[in-house]
Nanobody, 123 residues
Framework: QVQLVESGGDSVQAGGSLRLSCTASVYMTNKYCVAWFRQAPGKEREGVAI???????YYTDSVKGRFTASRDTAKNTVYLQLNSLKLEDTAMYYCAAKRRACSGMDFADFDFWGQGTQVTVSI
């Protein structure tokens, strides 16, 4: 069983930045596809970014150029850098993982989830 723990969420003004962290209980490099999802109140959970098992990153269109996913293999940690935050980025952000190749950002396809970290963007 993989445990994921997110941190780094906060309240920030529009245009600001945050860095979210997701630390795993197991060594994940080359074995796990890891993704960041978010869910705003009343909305469906949406995929934001993916880091493949070989470290390739993919982003949903709404965050391209503003968000950056990365990983520190020595710390079993995946990061999501959020820059130029907008009001519509307000959501609970979740880290998720699966022990197989990445194949899109369908939340139903991921086996392990963190508890989430709240990002609130205000004017």
């Amino acid at each position: 069983q993989v445990q994921l723990v997110e941190s780094g969420g906060d309240s920030v003004q529009a245009g600001g930045s945050l860095r979210l962290s997701c630390t795993a209980s197991v060594y994940m490099t080359n074995k796990y596809c890891v993704a960041w999802f978010r869910q705003a109140p009343g909305k469906e959970r949406e995929g934001v970014a993916i880091i493949s098992r070989i470290g390739t990153t993919y982003y949903t269109d709404s965050v391209k150029g503003r968000f950056t996913a990365s990983r520190d293999t020595a710390k079993n940690t995946v990061y999501l850098q959020l820059n130029s935050l907008k009001l519509e980025d307000t959501a609970m952000y979740y880290c998720a993982a699966k022990r197989r190749a990445c194949s899109g950002m369908d939340f139903a396809d991921f086996d392990f989830w963190g508890q989430g970290t709240q990002v609130t963007v205000s004017i």
